[in-house]
């Protein structure tokens, strides 16, 4: 495993991958997800991303089931003290609710995330969480009140480090404005869509924010941010015949993105999804991607691209495809 620090030089040490457990608990049961957590664990692996709304949207489910399984997992495993635990606070659907959008979720108001950080530490059996993201924009609400609840959350010890997920650029760049001028702990992290093809343009807005090319150089810009990415191998379709490229990707654009891709994942004698998280982790703004699999065998492909490095003309190519 190799390892970096989240947030510039103050935050905590991190693996270089993130593994995601958004499924675990609802469409993957408990044994295959303590499975990939155990493999994960024993590869070096540290940062563990959840959220608590994870997957509220599966049948039957409440959004209570990620938290809850990493929890029994973090006491079982008697893990707590070497994994970097992230979660996030905004996107819950609110009471009677039954879909995440904004204007039916918990949101991002002082007591909103007083009462998500509440919830989580509760779910997850802990009294702290390294890293809580603020998760989807909230524009019901003052900026300035949402970056003084989160910074309260910093100052009492309940939360390590604060980081953003799915905020525009300005809207990042703005809270990190006004958490300076007030003295206040600001986001450190970046959480976005992102992975090796870009999305068709002229898309309409929707409630899950892309990287693109401002971030990244707003990220360049200020090595106190980490970004992280999600989505990062399209829920296999990269690789597998029976997933469709989503429709956001699926444009002419990606033909020739494909194509290389496909050339340099042969020459290298890796698999495409390995060459796609090569390429995010060895870029000049070094991307953490956060690891979507449900099997011990899909985290050890996605393991193997820690020892893959693209050369300068590889990366080329595949960047300007």
């Known amino acids: 495993m190799h390892y970096r620090t989240l947030g510039g030089d103050q935050g905590p040490r991190i693996s270089a991958m993130c593994l995601g457990t958004l499924p675990f608990g609802t469409t993957v049961d408990e044994p295959a997800s303590f499975a990939v957590l155990d493999r994960f664990a024993e590869a070096g692996g ?32 008697r893990a707590a003290g070497r994994t970097v635990l992230a979660t996030k606070v905004g996107a819950r659907p609110a009471p009677a609710r039954g879909a995440v959008r904004s204007a039916h979720a918990e949101g991002l108001g002082g007591p909103a995330v007083r009462a998500g950080i509440e919830g989580s530490l509760r779910r997850l059996g802990t009294d702290r969480v390294d890293l809580y993201y603020a998760h989807l924009e909230d524009r019901s609400v003052p900026l300035g009140e949402t970056v003084e609840a989160l910074a309260r959350l910093v100052q009492d010890g309940t939360v390590g480090t ?6 525009r650029t300005w ?3 703005e809270a990190r404005l006004i958490a300076a001028g007030r003295g206040l702990p600001g986001f ?3 959480q976005q869509r992102h992975t090796y093809l870009r999305p068709r343009r ?8 892309e990287a693109d090319e ?6 360049a810009a200020h090595p106190d941010l980490t970004p992280t990415g999600y989505g990062t191998l399209m829920g296999g379709a990269y690789s597998r015949a029976d997933r469709p490229l989503p429709e956001r990707y699926d444009h002419p654009g990606s033909v020739a993105r494909l194509r290389v891709l496909a050339e340099v994942a042969a020459e290298c004698g890796a698999t495409v999804n390995q060459v796609v998280l090569a390429w995010l982790m060895g870029g000049p703004v070094p991307v953490v991607p956060v690891l979507g699999v449900s099997s011990a065998a899909q985290l050890d492909e996605c393991l193997a691209a820690l020892a893959l490095r693209l050369d300068p003309v590889q990366r080329a190519r595949l960047d300007t495809a």
């Open 46 to 77: 540290t940062f563990v991303d959840t959220a608590n709304h994870f997957a509220c949207w599966a049948p039957g489910a409440t959004g209570d089931e990620s938290e809850l399984l990493l929890g029994r997992w973090l006491r079982s495993r």
């Open 162 to 167: 604060l980081g953003a997920g799915n905020h």
């Open 171 to 173: 809207r990042l760049a």
């Open 188 to 190: 450190r992290a970046v």
């Open 202 to 209: 002229g898309l309409p807005s929707d409630l899950q924010g």
């Open 214 to 219: 401002e971030l990244l150089d707003y990220a």
